[in-house]
């Protein structure tokens, strides 16, 4: 899985399963997704929902 999937399907409406919820939550706190990808998926959430 890449982050940058999980980007672009939040962006385009779709709902993030559990998996891809806990691939960014255990990325983040690992350290392996970086802050701006991070920002772009938030970004996404708040746009999208």
């Known amino acids: 899985m890449r982050m940058v999937d ?3 399907k939040k962006r385009d409406g779709h709902e993030l399963s ?3 919820i806990q ?6 706190t690992a350290g392996s997704i970086p ?3 991070v920002s ?3 970004m996404a959430i708040f746009s999208r929902g």
Do not use: M, P
Not at 23 to 28: A, Q, R, T
């Open 18 to 20: 559990t998996e891809e």
């Open 23 to 28: 691939f960014f939550v255990d990325g983040y």
């Open 40 to 42: 772009a998926l938030t």
């Open 35 to 37: 802050d701006y990808q």
């Open 6 to 8: 999980v980007i672009e």
